[in-house]
């Protein structure tokens, strides 16, 4: 006898077993045979879905089913989860009324080497496939741990073999690439003792602590009543290098249960070394880029320290509109609205959407769990196609439930996953895998820096909204685990054929990454300081690798000399600032000249001593200039920036300290100007 979970309304998780069959026959067994006789086909039809699907899952209703749980499968009590499979409900009712027309992303299984090829391109180093000597990947390759750059050998290894076997053209032996001799080769890595954010260390320097984490806004500490203990969280060694004992897999919880009460959740506080901290949009898009990279091989040997499969997906690139609101693909929403708004980062209806709700919805008994009007929804969805960009969209007649409406239904619209169809299976496995929520933000934290631009500032708006309805929960009586029980199936949850148990079992799984991307979101959008060292040593490499090549190119060579007879300097690369002839001179060592054009006074010359800080460079000018500042000036945050050298540019933390800054790179220039929003 076999059961079709028809009930779910054609919604599944995705990401969890991409490749697997579409049954496990001996879950659905079990899953069929231990329904209750009063809960016959027939009887079940009385109750509302989600709280069937709910009752199934229940202990009540269904044992435990054959297969070995994870920790984040053991579910919680059915009320618990009522809310996320009544939110399945009212996504699939939406799309049977035709207000959204929802796309099918289908994953095609992976040819043998496919993954590895993919992963290489996606790491930056696409130039060991080619085979060229590029000079990115190269110096990207000359920065990696011990631990990274056993992931990226195994990885291409893998590939290596996998060609061979399908005697396609010859690659490069890995003992080629890494100048190794054995059969086991080992790459040449970089220090893993502790070190601060350029990479050097500096003696008598000690890390200060600095609590980042969401405790000025959310309760993040233990049960009330239990001994306040606070978990540590180190951005100077690579989270794969302070793995140093793998719990054995039979010793984790096999029945652990997710508590829902917020206290459940640890404090967590972040080391803040002299260089300070720095947040995602601090740095240049180039240096993003690298962070990019870097991170997603820093995850793979993370999970491989761990003994856990990173999973994949791969899917075929699904076409959204090119014009609208719905339905269309971020960069090119982004690419519209710029156009009506230069240099914004989130979309210009999601920001709106955002707005209004915090305006008027926060305090809102049961906002997002309490569905709007379906058919005022799909009617304001329509008008607002039409009328958006014209401003003629009257605001006022949305009602708050029916604006909550078309936010969750703008994300779930949007052509490809918010947190993106190749590593939804990741997130899920950092729950499922990984036991201690101290290693699950580790993952979830490299997961963030993999995300694209867009998706990442889309998401940090999405979720600096969600902290603040759950910090007036008083009054809307929505706390932390409802919204992250609301927020998960409008995440995690795209349009396909049908359930089975192993999947729905997820729901706790998706609950708990929103409950900790919620809470610890303040964590998650810091880019570890490790991972800007190693973004400084890929640009010091590149241009040493520069200097080489110009070495050995004769023709540079006479062009170079000519210019210095001609006493001409050379061009100065984009983006870098030009100071005028009469500050073009020698600065003494400990001192910085810094240029802010924005001021009346537009340069000085500032001693370093052990103990200025950015924000004593800041507090000067802004002395210098409290009468005289430009009118364009005023009322915006002016932020000391560090740029060129090797970095490309670097919004610096009020608190770095600007001797230890300047030392990690002295060939910068330091420029005061407004924070990029």
Same mark, same amino acid.
């Given at each position: ?8 309304g ?13 049954r496990i ?10 329904i ?7 009887s079940?039809?009385?109750?509302p ?36 499979w009544?939110?399945?409900?009212s +996504?699939?009712?939406s ?24 992963w ?38 893998t ?54 984490s ?6 993040c ?29 039979q ?6 249960? %997710? ?19 720095t ?12 962070i990019r990279?870097?991170s ?29 609101? %719905? ?11 710029q ?6 980062k ?7 959407l ?19 009007s ?5 009617n ?7 009328k958006?960009?014209e401003?003629?969209?009257?605001w ?10 078309l936010?969750?239904?703008f ?6 996953p ?8 990741? %997130? ?8 201690k +929520? ?6 979830l934290?490299?997961?963030i ?16 909204f ?13 706390n932390?685990?409802?919204v992250?029980?609301i ?30 991307? +919620? ?11 490790f ?13 040493n690798n ?13 062009l ?18 030009? %100071? ?18 924005l ?5 000085m ?38 740029i ?21 790179n002295?060939?910068?220039?330091w420029? +005061? ?5």
């Amino acid at each position: 006898m076999t059961m079709e979970m028809k009930d779910s309304g054609s919604v599944v998780l995705t990401a969890y077993h991409p490749h697997s069959p579409a049954r496990i026959p001996g879950v659905e067994q079990n899953f069929v045979q231990d329904i209750p006789p009063g809960h016959s086909p027939t009887s079940r039809k009385s109750l509302p879905r989600c709280r069937r699907i709910n009752r199934m899952l229940s202990n009540e209703s269904a044992a435990p089913p054959a297969f070995s749980r994870s920790n984040s499968q053991a579910s919680m009590d059915s009320t618990s989860m009522e809310d996320f499979w009544c939110e399945v409900e009212s +996504i699939k009712e939406s799309r049977e009324d035709g207000s959204e027309e929802a796309t099918l992303l289908e994953f095609k299984p992976a040819d043998e080497g496919e993954l590895e090829a993919e992963w290489l391109q996606d790491a930056g180093l696409s130039t060991l496939i080619s085979g060229a000597e590029e000079e990115d990947g190269q110096a990207l390759l000359s920065t990696l741990t011990r631990t990274q750059a056993a992931a990226v050998q195994k990885r291409y290894n893998t590939y290596t073999q996998t060609l061979r076997k399908k005697n396609k053209h010859t690659v490069r032996d890995v003992r080629d690439i890494f100048g190794t001799s054995d059969s086991s080769p080992t790459f040449e890595t970089v220090p893993v003792s502790p070190v601060p954010s350029n990479g050097i260390q500096l003696p008598g320097q000690k890390p200060v602590w600095k609590s980042v984490s969401s405790n000025s806004c959310l309760d993040c500490g233990l049960d009330k009543g239990s001994s306040s203990i606070t978990e540590e969280l180190s951005y100077e060694v690579s989270f794969s290098e302070s793995i140093t004992v793998l719990p054995k897999p039979q010793e984790w919880p096999k029945n652990q249960r %997710f508590k829902k009460e917020d206290s459940a959740l640890p404090k967590f506080i972040v080391r803040k070394s002299r260089f300070g901290l720095t947040e995602v949009g601090d740095l240049s898009p180039e240096d993003m880029k690298k962070i990019r990279y870097l991170s997603l091989i820093e995850l793979t040997a993370f999970y491989d320290a761990l003994g856990v499969e990173l999973k994949r997906n791969r899917s075929e690139r699904v076409r959204g509109r090119e014009n609208g609101l %719905f339905g269309v693909p971020l960069t090119i929403l982004l690419e519209n609205d710029q156009k009506k708004v230069p240099g914004i980062k989130v979309p210009l209806i999601f920001q709106k959407l955002l707005l209004k709700l915090e305006e008027t919805g926060l305090e809102t008994e049961g906002i997002l769990r309490v569905p709007g009007s379906a058919s005022r929804v799909k009617n304001l969805h329509q008008e607002l196609e039409a009328k958006f960009y014209e401003d003629t969209f009257d605001w006022d007649q949305v009602r708050n439930n029916d604006a909550a409406g078309l936010l969750k239904m703008f994300i779930r619209e949007l052509p490809s996953p918010l947190f993106t169809v190749e590593y939804l299976p990741a %997130f899920i496995t950092l729950v499922e895998k990984i036991s201690k +929520i101290k290693l699950q933000l580790q993952a979830l934290h490299l997961l963030i820096m993999l995300l694209p631009e867009a998706n990442r500032d889309t998401a940090k708006a999405f979720l600096q909204f969600l902290k603040k309805v759950v910090a007036n929960e008083g009054k809307n009586k929505m706390n932390l685990w409802n919204v992250s029980m609301i927020v998960a199936p409008n995440l995690f949850i795209y349009k396909g054929k049908r359930a089975n148990q192993q999947e729905m079992q997820a729901a706790t799984t998706t609950a708990h990454i929103v409950r900790l991307l +919620i809470r610890y979101q303040d964590i998650l959008w810091t880019v570890p300081s490790f991972l800007i060292s190693q973004v400084r040593k890929m640009n010091e490499a590149a241009m040493n690798n520069s200097k080489r090549q110009l070495m050995f190119d004769k023709g540079v060579r006479k062009l170079l000399r000519r210019k210095t007879m001609e006493r001409e300097r050379p061009e100065r690369s984009e983006g870098a600032v030009t %100071f005028p002839p009469y500050l073009q001179t020698d600065i003494p060592e400990g001192v910085i000249r810094v240029y802010a054009p924005l001021h009346s006074k537009v340069s000085m010359a500032i001693q370093l001593n052990s103990q200025t800080k950015a924000k004593d460079i800041l507090a000067r000018f802004h002395c210098e200039n409290s009468r005289g500042s430009s009118q364009n000036m005023r009322g915006q945050i002016q932020s000391l920036h560090e740029i060129g050298g090797n970095i490309g540019q670097h919004c610096l933390d009020p608190d770095a300290y600007m001797l230890d800054v300047y030392r990690a790179n002295p060939q910068a220039e330091w420029v +005061i100007k407004p924070k990029a929003s």
